[in-house]
């Protein structure tokens, strides 16, 4: 074999490799694009395009080979369409976890009397209240700390060995039906998280509306948000400890709901 026949064969195998990395920057991109924190306003759009080229570089030589071949046809554009709602719905599913905790901290500033309390979220963009960024922050360090996304990882490498990209998924109706089915599980998560804080800020509040109707000249209405403020304060500071295996499940739950949608 001479240096010209050598050069010709390594050019076309990097010209394989690099129509592979496309293929496979299409999921993970879509993960991105909505996975926790990485997809969300505080990270640029340039660094979410690096992270996904690089890790589509990394794993492509760990992975089927593409089996649509590159072309623009009807096929390749069902195909791009479905390595994006793939990669779309695993991250969306991670993404539902964490409002779970949202959630939760919308319904305790409500008792609290902290719902007027709206800040800008850098994540999201928009207005939200104090509670429920503070909550967020939390559960995105559990996120980190449990390795969660280490496992979000792990299911979207094995989602190539089960469904290579290009490849028609067996029954594309899971994806639509997985997230309006785990929506409902978030919402129990949310309402469970908070629930301990909500009933005790309710028993304050029936206790102070008592007050307020046996004894008007001592004013409880003055000194009812302040200690309903004080009291879930030293509440959310007490649940802060408990909320980790309560993180933990929910992380796992969603984490099986994804790793089902491959399979």
């Not at 991670?94 to 959630?103: C, K, P, Q, V, Y």
């Not at 785990?182 to 304050?204: H, N, Q, Y």
């Amino acid at each position: 074999m001479d240096a010209t026949t050598g050069i010709t064969l390594e050019g076309l195998h990097l010209l394989a490799y690099a129509q592979q990395v496309v293929w496979l920057s299409l999921r993970i991109g879509a993960l991105l694009l909505l996975s926790p924190f990485l997809g969300t306003r505080a990270v640029p759009r340039r660094i979410r395009l690096i992270f996904a080229l690089a890790l589509s570089a990394a794993v492509a030589p760990l992975v089927p080979a593409p089996v649509v071949v590159a072309g623009l046809n009807a096929e390749t554009v069902l195909a791009v369409a479905r390595e994006l709602a793939i990669g779309a719905s695993l991250g969306f599913l991670m993404r539902l976890a964490l409002e779970a905790t949202a959630m939760a901290g919308e319904l305790i500033a409500q008792g609290m009397g902290l719902a007027f309390a709206q800040m800008i979220d850098p994540m999201r963009g928009t207005q939200s209240g104090v509670v429920t960024q503070w909550l967020t922050v939390v559960a995105g360090l559990t996120f980190f700390a449990v390795d969660a996304h280490l496992a979000l990882l792990s299911v979207l490498f094995e989602s190539y060995s089960v469904l290579p990209a290009g490849a028609t998924p067996v029954a594309m109706i899971d994806l639509l039906d997985a997230i309006p089915g785990f929506a409902g599980i978030i919402f129990v998560a949310g309402v469970s998280l908070s629930l301990p804080v909500m009933i005790a800020m309710i028993t304050v509040n029936i206790a102070f509306g008592v007050m307020a109707r046996t004894a008007p000249s001592l004013n409880p209405i003055a000194i009812g948000l302040p200690a309903a403020l004080l009291v879930g304060f030293v509440l959310l500071i007490a649940l802060m400890p408990n909320l980790l295996e309560p993180l933990k499940a929910l992380f796992a739950q969603a984490l099986d709901e994804a790793a089902r949608l491959i399979r």
